[in-house]
């Protein structure tokens, strides 16, 4: 015998849209703040690796001229 199903009581009054929609705005904020961190974190990783190998190529061309 099929079953009937009972029509759902209540209704959807808002639908909320976002990063993270349904938590706390100050948990949403801790992950973005861990995230920013992260992505800083690399972007100053590379910008130091770059002059490394700027330093380093400048270094190394002063000693072969022989001055």
């Known amino acids: 015998m099929a079953e009937r199903r009972r029509p759902r009581k209540g ?3 808002k639908v ?3 990063y993270n ?3 706390s705005s100050l ?3 801790v992950s973005l703040v861990m995230l920013g ?6 972007v100053l990783g590379m910008i ?3 002059l490394f190998t700027r330093a380093d190529k400048q270094s190394s ?3 072969t001229d022989g001055k």
Do not use: D, M
């Not at 961190?37 to 690399?42: D, H, L």
């Open 27 to 29: 948990s949403a904020i």
């Open 16 to 18: 909320r849209l976002g």
């Open 11 to 13: 209704k959807i009054l």
């Open 21 to 23: 929609a349904n938590s």
């Open 61 to 63: 061309a002063g000693t």
């Open 48 to 50: 130091g690796a770059a």
């Open 37 to 42: 961190s992260a992505a800083v974190t690399a």
